[in-house]
């Protein structure tokens, strides 16, 4: 079986990142994706979708130190649910996308700060170390639930 998202898209927010008590950051943002067509008047139309994703440990520090509004990004990762009951007693859903791999694929124009491939201010790839073990790549239970202290952001 296989659960595998790919997506190129633009930052709708800066990241926000959030540390467990453990001490692990979990790093959140959202992520817009569009495509146009011509309707049968031959007009163009485009659509956009917006996604939730969710990185964790190194890829959330070098999220919150690199990724900004506006950024255009590749994300790769799996597609997850998950659900809690708020403190009013109302169950919440979500579907996010937990990425275990990211790139920033243009500089912003007019930012300053951040890094980009070939600067040589900082390393050459945005990717934590690849996990060759078989354990979860990311902060996960037993069951492949994060962890529920600090959640929801």
């Not at 817009?32 to 994703?53: L, M």
């Not at 130190?65 to 590749?74: I, N």
């Not at 239970?141 to 929801?152: M, N």
């Amino acid at each position: 079986m296989l659960n595998r998202v790919t997506l190129i898209g633009r930052l709708g927010k800066d990241p926000e990142v959030r540390r467990l008590e453990s001490g692990a950051a979990v790093a959140k943002f959202s992520l817009a994706t569009s495509e146009s067509y011509k309707d049968k008047e031959g007009n163009k139309v485009e659509t956009t979708e917006w996604h939730n994703i969710v990185v964790w440990r190194t890829q959330a520090e070098i999220a919150e130190k690199f990724l900004k509004k506006g950024m255009l990004v590749y994300v790769e990762g799996k597609l997850t649910y998950r659900e809690y009951t708020d403190k009013d007693n109302v169950k919440k859903y979500f579907t996010e996308i937990v990425a275990n791999n990211f790139q920033m694929l243009e500089r912003k124009e007019g930012g300053g700060g951040g890094y980009f491939p070939g600067t040589g201010d900082e390393p050459s790839n945005t990717s934590a170390p690849r996990n060759t073990s078989n354990e979860p790549s990311s902060v996960m239970d037993d069951v492949g639930e994060p962890p529920t202290d600090d959640l929801p952001f």
